[in-house]
């Protein structure tokens, strides 16, 4: 009973802020559900009529490649770095901080920044390249659907590389330097330190790094909505802003919320697939 009390205002916040919530949107995925006006059970038309929402099959291509490109991208950027901040030395932690900092911007503020820096207008960043000779004319970072992509990678990639770093890093540290040192005595190199020491043992991190990774990139939203809001021609809109659009642009919120949990339930699902892969690399 005195646990069941000391768990109880965890519990009534979770249940608050997140099984409510939850059993609402389920709910409101078996109805039809005007943003404005009354509902009325429809089970399972939302459902059925995923198949032929074209924005939304179409987004989960678009959000698949998103994730696989920054996923590999934090790896190697990440790892990168942290083997670079790895060892104690004087000013190594102003790097630290340097590469970690831009991770505490907020996303939304973030995106606002590079939409002003990729802005032909006044933005900065178009007159640099053609001072460094990189570019000639204006560079049409947002208007065609590789610049859109490939411009808001750079953007996510400045923002989520340094905390990718942090994560990295603290796992590195984690590794006895005595392995390392009796490798350097039996002559091996950098290379073959980092493929049979390094990356082994660094696999469960690693595997936290990747679940955060695609889970957070397969909710994408805020930069795509900021810097494209989707376009040019829905060339990259994510499975979360056709929800988006569904609730709020054609509001209709029981279509959006089935959208919801068929999202929901793949999370799930390749989440399960991760930790249990994170599991075996423990054991």
């Known amino acids: 009973m005195a646990g069941l009390l000391y768990a109880a205002p965890?519990?009534?916040i979770v249940a608050l802020l997140f099984v409510l919530p939850l059993?609402?949107?389920?709910?409101?995925s078996l109805n039809d559900w005007p943003l404005l006006g009354d509902p009325a059970?429809?089970?399972p038309e939302n459902y059925t009529a995923i198949a032929g929402n074209k924005l939304f099959v179409g987004s989960i291509g678009f959000t698949l490649k998103y994730t696989v490109v920054v996923t590999v991208i934090y790896f190697v950027i990440a790892l990168g770095l942290a083997l670079l901040v790895q060892e104690s030395r004087p000013g190594i932690g102003?790097?630290?901080?340097?590469?970690?900092l831009p991770s505490v911007v907020g996303l939304a503020s973030a995106s606002l920044l590079?939409?002003?820096l990729y802005n032909n207008e006044f933005g900065p960043l178009d007159d640099v390249l053609r001072a460094l000779g990189l570019a000639q004319g204006e560079v049409d970072f947002l208007g065609t659907p590789d610049n859109a992509f490939a411009s808001t990678v750079v953007m996510v990639t400045w923002r989520f590389a340094g905390f990718n770093m942090l994560i990295l890093l603290t796992g590195l540290q984690a590794i006895p330097t005595a392995v390392y040192e009796a490798a350097r005595v039996d002559g091996t190199t950098w290379w073959q330190r980092l493929r049979y020491i390094t990356i082994p043992l660094l696999k469960p991190t690693i595997a936290l790094m990747l679940?955060?990774?695609v889970t957070g990139s397969l909710l994408a939203f805020e930069p795509f909505y900021v810097l494209t809001s989707g376009g040019p021609d829905n060339s990259t809109v994510t499975m979360v802003i056709a929800m988006f659009r569904e609730a709020f642009t054609l509001f209709d919120v029981g279509r959006s919320a089935a959208l919801a949990m068929v999202l929901l339930v793949a999370l799930v699902v390749l989440n399960a697939i991760q930790l249990s892969l994170?599991?075996?690399k423990g054991d």
């Open 10 to 12: 965890a519990g009534l």
């Open 23 to 28: 059993l609402l949107a389920v709910w409101m």
């Open 41 to 43: 059970f429809n089970a």
């Open 94 to 100: 102003l790097f630290r901080t340097a590469f970690f």
């Open 114 to 116: 590079f939409y002003a």
């Open 211 to 213: 679940i955060m990774t």
């Open 278 to 280: 994170l599991r075996r």
